[in-house]
């Protein structure tokens, strides 16, 4: 399992946002799945704005993008932990 957030910051999309971007966002959501690519949560709010569909979509293919990094890295440091136990 892993979980991001994404938002919309002057019109541009970021992935993880910080607190001091996250609480100016226009738009943020916190989006939590499983591996390999099930989502458990998804959470979005137009804090300062609205958002139409394909800016919604865009933020899910970053998020996705983001938690299969997290997914990597979980991957390599479990790895590491079964290698170091053999």
Partial sequence: MAAVSVGIID?????????LEDKDAGV??????????????VQ???EHGT?????LD???SLAEAGVASLFRLQDAALSLVTASQA
Avoid at 12 to 19: G, I, T
Avoid at 28 to 41: G, K, S, Y
Avoid at 51 to 55: A, E, L
């Fill in 11 to 19: 019109g541009e999309p970021r992935l993880d946002l910080a607190y």
């Fill in 28 to 41: 943020d959501a916190n989006i939590v799945m499983l591996h390999p690519d099930r989502f458990v949560e």
């Fill in 44 to 46: 979005g709010t137009g």
């Fill in 51 to 55: 958002f139409s569909r394909g800016q």
């Fill in 58 to 60: 865009g933020l899910l």
